[in-house]
């Protein structure tokens, strides 16, 4: 598994308007679409692409073009459908699926409760957003589901991480092929299941509802 966690002032900075408590819902979107297409760079660096010839102006030339089958971008429910559209701006040709999943908070246990994606994944690139990797079970089960469905590869975008559930995923997932983008890796989970420092519940924060 490859983790490339972000190295850069402006996610740090973002990032620390997005963990301040009064950070408002409508600031802590348009930050997470931001941050998104920063992270969505870096995660993107080995999309499959084909060569294609074309004309400028001036004369014959060969480029490049986003390879079929598409991409498949797949947010987690709640939280990850606040990163797709800073993702869809960055790869406008993707496909998207949806994943809903919901952890409980007594067992930190996730569950599926939605799904609509391609029944095939053969052959495809997978790009999973959640914004948050606490125990890793919700972002490990995604993956799992779509290993299951053929995908080729699986990389994953999450803002923060803590430590358990990246390596309790590395450790899930070892000999394929995966690859985790992180804003930041944070400390540790509290006993709560929740990440420290972190920025709380993300989804709550996105939507301003609570559960
Ligand atoms: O790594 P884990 O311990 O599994 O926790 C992370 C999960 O928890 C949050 O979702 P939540 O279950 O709160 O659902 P929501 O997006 O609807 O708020 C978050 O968006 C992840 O999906
Ligand atoms: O810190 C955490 C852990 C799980 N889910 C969240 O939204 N935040
Ligand atoms: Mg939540």
């Given at each position: 598994m490859r983790v490339h966690v972000a190295d850069h002032p402006l996610i740090t900075h973002k990032l620390t308007v997005l963990r301040?408590?009064?950070?408002?819902s409508p600031t802590f979107r348009a930050l997470t679409e931001e941050l998104v297409t920063l992270l969505a760079y870096e995660a993107t660096r080995d999309v499959r692409v084909a060569e294609v010839m074309i004309r400028t102006p001036v004369t014959e030339t060969t480029g490049v073009t986003i390879a079929e089958p598409r991409p498949l971008i797949v947010p987690i429910l709640r939280a990850g459908l606040g990163m797709l559209e800073g993702m869809v701006k960055l790869v406008p040709s993707a496909e998207v699926g949806f994943l809903g999943m919901v952890r409980?908070?007594?067992?930190?246990e996730p569950s599926v409760y939605a799904e609509r994606l391609p029944d095939d994944l053969s052959n495809r690139q997978c790009f999973v957003l959640d914004p948050m990797l606490a125990t890793g079970g919700s972002l490990l089960s995604a993956i799992e589901y779509l290993f299951d469905r053929g995908a080729q590869d699986v990389t994953a975008i999450c803002l923060l991480a803590a430590p358990e559930g990246l390596a309790a995923i590395e450790k899930a997932v070892e000999g394929r092929d995966v690859t985790i983008v992180l804003g930041a890796l944070d400390e540790r989970l509290n006993?709560?299941?929740?990440?420290?420092?972190g920025l709380g519940d993300a989804g709550d924060r996105l939507y301003g509802t609570v559960g």
């Open positions: 301040d408590e009064r950070t408002p409980n908070e007594e067992t930190l006993e709560h299941g929740y990440i420290v420092p």
